[in-house]
């Protein structure tokens, strides 16, 4: 009776702090892990699908070529013919080797700063007010950026030079560092984190907040993935629309070393657009492109997280009531 008796509360003590014999991590552990896949799964489908609008986007930014609809599709059947169907997703490959790590912050990094600004502002549990709501996604925006940056430039040299340039990421690396200086690795860090402040802040902003109205309105917790898409669409959009000058001025800081000009600060940079493009055609340069790239991207990116994390909770939960 005595051995049942201790039998019973071993397995009971066992249960209850399943972390401690390796069954399951704790809860705070699971969520920061469920976000950063989640988001890196996210980004790498978001931007895979868009990474021939994306190269094609750049190449115009980056020229002072004319943006129109006509020679945005000239441009990419012509390298079609020339290069081949997947030399449209050149420079993809270091997208990815950004953008996982990128999206994998942002949206782990965004969760975290709603529960921090939640217990801060006292909405622990609860929908952010509008201003802790745009902190947020700009907090999280600035951490992703900060600690991936590099990896935007190589794919920005990558997107707008001929392959026999550059024959993969490493390559770049070595040849910046090497003729440019490791200072090179950061040309364009300012305006990249000024960008991000509003693209990310309002992106996260809008979306969280048409979740939240279309719950108060529907009475659904959870809006379906069709509604999710509309949302991240229309975050997108709205987020890329403000900050879309300083994302010219980025590349063309970025990719100044191979297009032959020396581009040394933000004002500069925007001075001599203007001055040599106007002010709409410069630095609003492939804005149309972006209308119909970024509410793409950003609606399939929003969405792939959520649905992956309801995913992942799911069957975390239905593998729990399995070992019990």
């Known amino acids: 009776m005595g051995n049942g008796r201790v039998a019973e509360v071993a397995l009971t003590r066992a249960e209850a702090e399943p972390s401690l014999h390796g069954h399951a991590l704790p809860e705070d552990k699971r969520n920061v892990l469920n976000s950063l896949m989640s988001g890196a799964f996210a980004g790498a489908v978001a931007k895979?699908?868009?990474?021939?609008?994306?190269?094609?986007?750049?190449?115009?930014?980056?020229?002072?070529?004319?943006?129109?609809?006509?020679?945005?599709?000239?441009?990419?059947?012509?390298?079609?013919?020339?290069?081949?169907?997947?030399?449209?997703?050149?420079?993809?490959?270091?997208?990815?080797?950004?953008?996982?790590?990128y999206a994998a912050i942002q949206f782990c990094?965004?969760?975290?700063?709603?529960?921090?600004?939640?217990?801060?502002?006292?909405?622990?549990?609860?929908?952010?007010?509008?201003?802790?709501?745009?902190?947020?996604?700009?907090?999280?925006?600035?951490?992703?950026?900060?600690?991936?940056?590099?990896?935007?430039?190589?794919?920005?040299?990558?997107?707008?030079?001929p392959k026999e340039m550059y024959s993969n990421i490493i390559h770049v690396f070595i040849r910046i560092s090497r003729e440019e200086g490791l200072k090179t690795l950061y040309r364009g860090f300012a305006p990249t984190i000024?960008?991000?402040?509003?693209?990310?802040?309002?992106?996260?902003?809008?979306?969280?907040?048409?979740?939240?109205?279309?719950?108060?309105?529907?009475?659904?917790?959870?809006?379906?993935?069709?509604?999710?898409?509309?949302?991240?669409?229309?975050?997108?959009?709205?987020?890329?629309?403000?900050?879309?000058?300083?994302?010219?001025?980025?590349?063309?800081?970025?990719?100044?070393?191979?297009?032959?000009?020396s581009y040394t600060s933000i004002l500069r940079t925007m001075a001599e657009i203007i001055r040599e493009e106007g002010l709409v055609r410069g630095l609003y340069k492939g804005l149309s492109m972006n209308w119909v790239k970024g509410p793409i991207a950003v609606g399939i990116s929003f969405t792939t997280f959520d649905l992956t994390q309801i995913l992942l909770r799911r069957w975390q939960g239905s593998s729990v009531n399995g070992e019990r």
């Not at 990310?200 to 917790?221: I, P, Q, V």
């Open 48 to 101: 895979t699908a868009v990474a021939p609008l994306d190269r094609t986007k750049i190449i115009f930014q980056v020229s002072s070529t004319r943006f129109s609809a006509k020679e945005a599709y000239r441009l990419i059947y012509r390298t079609y013919l020339n290069e081949g169907f997947f030399s449209l997703w050149r420079g993809n490959s270091a997208t990815m080797v950004r953008v996982i790590p």
């Open 109 to 161: 990094a965004h969760e975290e700063y709603k529960q921090l600004l939640g217990s801060y502002y006292g909405f622990q549990g609860k929908a952010l007010m509008p201003l802790p709501r745009f902190l947020a996604g700009s907090l999280a925006g600035m951490t992703a950026a900060m600690l991936t940056y590099p990896l935007d430039l190589v794919r920005a040299r990558m997107a707008v030079t």
């Open 194 to 261: 000024l960008g991000v402040i509003p693209y990310a802040g309002l992106s996260f902003f809008t979306y969280e907040t048409l979740k939240k109205l279309h719950a108060d309105r529907t009475g659904r917790s959870q809006p379906n993935p069709m509604e999710r898409l509309v949302f991240g669409a229309c975050a997108g959009l709205i987020g890329q629309s403000a900050s879309y000058p300083l994302d010219v001025v980025r590349r063309r800081m970025q990719t100044a070393g191979v297009m032959g000009h």
